[in-house]
């Protein structure tokens, strides 16, 4: 079992930045696939950004390219989403996720075992 838990959420005007932290705790970080998710209020959570753990490789949706960046420090078993360029349609719950490795990695959020409470994210206008 893997415990998850997200910080650094928060409300930012459009524009803004905030980066986004989850420390993992219980079985071992290594070996594990780290994610982002995101839920708005009345649609599905769609993915939003992984780190591989085989080789560090990172994966983006399209609407976060060249604004969001994942990285993760593996020896203090924590992931980070930095967000700039915020934008109101980045308003959302956003969630930890981990997954044992996958070759290669899955990205559809049913894929992933373990998840955090979520942190709040609002973009204001």
């Known amino acids: 079992q893997v415990q998850l838990v997200e910080s650094g959420g928060g409300l930012v005007q459009a524009g803004g930045s905030l980066r986004l932290s989850c420390v993992a705790s219980?079985?071992?970080?290594?070996?594990?696939?780290m994610g982002w998710f995101r839920q708005a209020p009345g649609k599905e959570r769609e993915f939003v950004a992984a780190?591989?753990?085989?080789?560090?490789?990172?994966y983006y949706t399209d609407s976060v390219k060249g604004r969001f960046t994942i990285s993760r420090d593996n020896a203090k078993n924590t992931v980070y989403l930095r967000m700039n360029g915020l934008k109101p349609e980045d308003t959302a719950v956003y969630y930890c996720?981990?997954?044992?490795?996958?070759?290669?990695?899955?990205?559809?959020?049913?894929?992933?075992?373990?998840w955090g409470q979520g942190t709040r994210v609002t973009v204001s206008s």
């Open positions: 219980g079985r071992t970080f290594s070996g594990h696939d």
């Open positions: 780190i591989s753990w085989y080789d560090g490789s990172t």
């Open positions: 996720a981990a997954s044992i490795m996958r070759l290669p990695i899955v990205l559809r959020p049913t894929a992933w075992e373990y």
